[in-house]
T-cell receptor
Framework: AQTVTQSQPEMSVQEAETVTLSCTYD???????LFWYKQPPSRQMILVIR??????QNATENRFSVNFQKAAKSFSLKISDSQLGDAAMYFC??????????????FGKGTLLTVNP | KAGVTQTPRYLIKTRGQQVTLSCSPI?????VSWYQQTPGQGLQFLFE???????NKGNFPGRFSGRQFSNSRSEMNVSTLELGDSALYLC????????????FGPGTRLTVT
């Protein structure tokens, strides 16, 4: 079974600084997707960034980028120029690309990010 | 385009009762997935429906069931509620195909007393 591990329950960063959230996963699949979701206090789950495992290039979305290390099964999220609005719980998630109809997301436990002014 | 909507947003029920939660996906999305979020267990997959058929199911007891209608709206039912069923229930919709993303609704906060 696939598992996703986020080893940092809480992180904090100063406004305008850079922070990196860690995520490791375990799977026997060769093709899959990895995601970072953000859940602010409103509880609305928002997709931050997506990485396809077959792509070697790391995904980037504005101030958000990932460091995807397939061999190490590592998928970290870097937030540059942190803003107060980035404060939220961040979840790393995995989904297989193939495997019939198994399209469910497997989530990590989350990392609570605090942004200090 | 309107996002995923869930009703009701908040619900308080008593042990032993049953509850039905509703989810309306983004227009054109035919897949609806349900997740349970609790402080202890985190986010756990309940089930997924596509074209009115359950395609995938998580490890939850039979008290948890769902269905999907022809307009892709989905309902989730929990019978004989237990205190441990108190959670945020999230619904997510997506398009058909492997190259898709799941868009989440705001959730229904269920409290069982």
């Amino acid at each position: 079974a696939q598992t996703v591990t986020q080893s940092q329950p809480e992180m904090s960063v100063q406004e305008a600084e850079t922070v990196t959230l860690s995520c490791t996963y375990d799977t026997s699949e060769s093709d899959y997707y990895l995601f970072w979701y953000k859940q602010p206090p409103s509880r609305q789950m928002i997709l931050v960034i997506r990485q396809e495992a077959y792509k070697q290039q790391n995904a980037t979305e504005n101030r958000f980028s990932v460091n995807f290390q397939k061999a190490a099964k590592s998928f970290s999220l870097k937030i540059s120029d942190s803003q107060l609005g980035d404060a939220a719980m961040y979840f790393c998630a995995y989904r297989p690309l193939s495997g019939g109809s198994n399209y469910k997301l497997t989530f990590g436990k989350g990392t609570l990010l605090t942004v200090n002014p | 385009k309107a996002g995923v909507t869930q009703t009701p947003r908040y619900l308080i029920k008593t042990r032993g009762q049953q509850v039905t939660l509703s989810c309306s996906p983004i227009s054109g999305h035919r897949s609806v997935s349900w997740y349970q979020q609790t402080p202890g267990q985190g986010l756990q997959f309940l089930f997924e429906y596509f074209s009115e058929t359950q395609r995938n199911k998580g490890n939850f007891p039979g008290r948890f069931s769902g269905r999907q209608f022809s307009n892709s709206r989905s309902e989730m039912n929990v019978s004989t509620l237990e205190l441990g069923d108190s959670a945020l229930y999230l619904c997510a919709s997506s398009l058909l195909g492997a190259n898709y993303e799941q868009y989440f609704g705001p959730g229904t906060r269920l409290t069982v007393t």
